[in-house]
């Protein structure tokens, strides 16, 4: 796990200022790796890598990491976890390898099989830079669902490239201007965090994005999507019993388990109260005899830390609890929009950061989280809402209906076909949004639903969508607020469920297996039953709450603030904006989280300031 850096020049040769630009972008990065940092030139091209070991803490296995003829140049940041197997794969074929770390492995599978057929076979979280000197070619790459960031911005004479935005706008000239448009997407609940930058003329690989730089310019593909790799014959045809399809899930997750558990490096997992960092805490027990585990515990409001403590008794895992009160929070949240570079708009933002911190304090750097089960397995409300607008032509509601009708309205409700799809309330509505929005992820929704098309019921089939969808929505939230927090601590998180055969597993699931009975993650909840706690497993989901106590008063930062003039609120508005953010929590966090950003990174506040008004705000409410 590290931070990468690179220039690339189109004409002219690589000078003194690309060196320069490349050091300071490193020194940006310095939180992804503190342990070790290197940089390597050639005639067009700059890479430096910051490095946190993790596996083979040796100094062979710095980056960038050379081939023995020297043709092939990589700085990698992230975990391909079957490297082992990649290893052997290419000593049959003769690589000699000079380090026991995955990053070497990476490199021969490029440079030997080259990146279009190594990157789909690569089971892991990463973004890489690849240098092959025999035809001139840099290759950027990310992994299938982004779990691994990278920034790109490009300009008349260079092509520069780091795993955050802040190491971009670190090289000198470039210009921080902030991107209104974007802006503007966050605050109406577009999920951009992963995929796009709130920076002007900064933008980020997507995922599983596959670029090709040459003196032709820069070719971009992606080699992996859901809509690409779906089969609908599987879930069409799927029968196998509940009990063949729970052996199979438990065997992938164990494999999957142990594969992240790989590190020369202590590994502690986040544990909640819930099903999903539950089931992972139990597996990982059995890699990991002497691990412990951590839980946020929030001052105000509800704690869940009770509950997950008995998750830990009954998988023999201790748990450390991170208590967060308001100073902390305080302390924290200018930190957490910092290094998220956006708004944070979820007040949890703060308790993982803390989390993190306290991992690090500890020695630990490697941390397991249960993310991405939602998504995969159907674990959101949401999603089994979106079943529910379909019951117009379901048996025997159908029967009320017309043919006629029925098919005017399924070609109108096919464009919006979940229970959150954007303009859902009709057609006017939904063409509004979708002109000035974001068009490519709401216009995804129908493509997901259409691809969908022989799976039945259409309950069914929305259900299922939605799932497909939340991978490139609600997770890529989720995964770029991972990747910052941990890497704030410069601890590296990992998501078992987000392994490739699970991926394929849970996207071929028939809806009974996710949603059966009222109750969703069906199936993953019934292997779950066998390693923790019945009322653990039975629990409602409650999504790592922090009480809106921990942000009320801080709406009065908006009074006078620079979000008002990004937006061109009219003044008599601003009490307005005001009130909204002071009755409703999501507005405050979002539209406070945003002046936030816009102090730090437009105004010239430090976070230590932040802070202080935050406490003064929440003092002088009214």
């Given at each position: ?88 794969t290419l000593q049959a074929q003769g690589v000699v390898f000079r380090t026991v770390c995955d990053a070497e492995v990476v490199l021969e599978a490029l440079h030997r099989w080259g990146p279009e057929k ?215 949240w200018p930190r957490v929009i910092w290094h998220l570079e956006s708004d944070g708009w979820h007040a949890s933002h703060v308790g993982l950061l803390a989390l993190a911190q306290q991992c690090r304090a ?186 809106s106590q921990f942000t009320a008063g801080t709406e009065t930062l908006l009074r006078g603030g620079l979000l008002r003039d990004a937006m061109k609120w009219p003044a008599a508005n601003v009490e307005d ?46």
């Open positions: 796990m590290c931070g990468i850096a690179g220039v690339w020049r189109k004409r002219n040769a690589i000078d003194a200022n690309d060196l320069s630009d490349v050091a300071s972008m490193m020194q940006a990065l310095v939180h992804r790796g503190p342990d070790d940092h290197d940089q390597w030139n050639d005639s067009r091209l700059a890479l430096g890598h910051r490095r946190l070991t993790i596996i083979d803490p040796s100094r062979a296995a710095r980056e960038p990491m050379l081939t023995a003829s020297g043709q092939g140049v990589l700085v990698y940041n992230g975990e391909v976890y079957n490297y082992r197997s990649l290893r052997e190594a990157v789909p076979l690569f089971d892991g979280m990463f973004s890489l830079a690849y240098f092959d000197g025999r035809n001139g070619a840099l290759w950027l790459a990310r992994d299938r669902l982004g779990i691994k960031p990278m920034s790109v911005a490009e300009t008349a004479e260079r092509i520069v490239f780091a795993s955050e935005d802040k190491a971009i706008i670190a090289c000198n000239g470039f210009p921080r201007d902030i991107d209104r448009r974007e802006m503007t997407l966050r605050l109406a609940w577009q999920s951009r965090d992963s995929s796009y930058s709130l920076f002007d003329r900064i933008e980020r690989l997507p995922p599983a994005g596959l670029w090709k730089i040459n003196d032709g310019g820069i070719e971009k593909r992606r080699f992996w999507h859901v809509l690409d790799v779906l089969d609908t014959r599987r879930i069409t045809g799927d029968a196998s019993s509940d009990a063949d399809h729970m052996a199979t899930l438990e065997a992938l997750l164990v494999d999957s388990v142990g594969l992240h558990c790989i590190a020369d490096a202590s590994v502690a997992t986040a544990c909640s109260s819930g099903v999903d960092s539950g089931l992972i805490t139990a597996l990982a027990k059995r890699f990991r005899p002497k691990m412990h585990g951590y839980v946020v515990d929030p001052q105000l409001g509800r704690s869940e830390a009770e509950e997950a403590e008995r998750t830990g008794r009954h998988a023999g895992v201790p748990l450390r609890r991170v208590p967060v009160d308001r100073d902390r929070f305080f302390e924290l500890d020695g630990v750097k490697v941390l397991l989280t249960g993310e991405g089960a939602d998504e995969l397995f159907g674990g959101y409300a949401l999603q089994a809402a979106s079943m529910k607008i379909w019951r117009a032509w379901s048996w025997p509601r159908r029967l009320w209906h017309s043919k006629r009708s029925l098919d005017r309205r399924f070609e109108q409700q096919r464009h919006a076909p979940y229970k959150l799809s954007a303009g859902s309330g009709s057609a006017r509505d939904r063409s509004m949004i979708l002109r000035a929005l974001s068009p490519d992820l709401n216009f995804l929704q129908t493509e997901i639903f259409d691809r969908l098309q022989p799976v039945t019921p259409l309950g069914d089939r929305a259900f299922l969508g939605s799932c497909f969808y939340d991978l490139y929505s609600h997770l890529q939230d989720l995964l770029h607020r991972h990747d910052r927090l941990s890497m704030a601590a410069s601890v590296e998180l990992r998501v078992p469920f987000l392994e490739n055969r699970l991926i394929d597993f849970a996207i071929h699931l028939p809806r009974r297996q996710k949603y059966r009975d009222r109750t969703g993650k069906w199936l993953l909840r019934k292997v779950a039953q066998k390693h923790i706690p019945r009322q653990n497993v039975q629990a409602h989901k409650i999504g790592f709450e922090m009480s904006m005001v009130q909204l953010a002071r009755r409703d929590n999501p507005s405050r966090l979002r539209l406070v989280g945003m002046e936030l950003f816009l102090r730090l990174n437009a105004g010239g506040d430090t976070m230590g300031r932040l802070t202080e008004a935050l406490h003064a705000a929440a003092r002088d409410r009214g």
